[in-house]
C-alpha cells in the first residue's frame, strides 16, 4: 500500500514537472511576413501547422532568400485569422511563444501563435495588369502592328568552304 502511494506521488511530481515545462513560456516574440502554407493536420492528433516567409536578403550573394518559419497553432479564433491572412495575401505579425517542451496533441513546433496583426493590404491577383503602366482593367487593349515578315523567301544554301591546296 505505501509502495502504491509513492509510486503515484511520484507520477504526479513528474506530470507536474512535464506541465510546468509545456506550460511555461521561454521566449515570446513577433515574426513579419506571409503565411505561404497553413494546414491542419495528424494522424492522431489533428493541430494546426503553418509556415511564414519571412523574406531576407542575403548580404553575401545580394539576392532576396527566402527564410521560413514554421509555427503551430493552438486556438481555433487565432487559426481563423491566419487563414484569412492566407486566403488575401496579407503581410501579418504573428506573436508568439516558444515553448521548452511540447506534447504532440498542441502542434509539431514549438513555437505557438498568440495573436495575428495584418500589416499590410490584401495582395492584388495575378492578371490585373499592376506591372504593366497604363493598363486599364476591364478596358480592350490594343495589339501594336508588327511589320510583315515575307512570306516566300527561300532559306539561304550553304556553300562548301573553300579549302586552300597545300599539297603541290
Do not use: C
Not at 20 to 49: C, H, I, N, P, Q
Not at 106 to 117: F, H, L, P, Q
Amino acid at each position: 500500500m505505501r509502495g502504491l502511494l509513492y509510486f503515484l506521488l511520484f507520477l504526479l511530481v513528474i506530470f507536474g514537472v512535464l506541465y510546468a515545462l509545456t506550460g511555461w513560456s521561454y521566449s515570446d516574440g513577433e515574426r513579419a511576413g506571409t503565411v505561404s502554407k497553413f494546414s491542419r493536420r495528424g494522424f492522431l492528433f489533428k493541430t494546426y501547422e503553418g509556415v511564414l516567409n519571412v523574406g531576407g536578403f542575403s548580404g553575401e550573394t545580394g539576392s532576396l532568400t527566402p527564410q521560413y518559419f514554421d509555427f503551430s497553432v493552438k486556438d481555433d479564433a487565432v487559426a481563423a485569422e491566419v487563414t484569412q491572412a492566407v486566403k488575401t495575401g496579407q503581410r501579418v505579425t504573428l506573436h508568439y511563444e516558444e515553448k521548452i517542451l511540447k506534447f504532440p496533441w498542441n502542434g509539431e513546433t514549438k513555437y505557438y501563435i498568440t495573436d495575428v496583426e495584418i500589416v499590410g493590404p490584401p495582395a492584388r491577383p495575378y492578371g490585373d495588369g499592376s506591372a504593366y503602366p497604363g493598363y486599364q482593367q476591364g478596358q480592350p487593349q490594343t495589339a501594336q502592328p508588327q511589320p510583315a515578315q515575307p512570306q516566300n523567301q527561300q532559306p539561304a544554301t550553304a556553300q562548301p568552304p573553300v579549302m586552300a591546296d597545300t599539297l603541290r
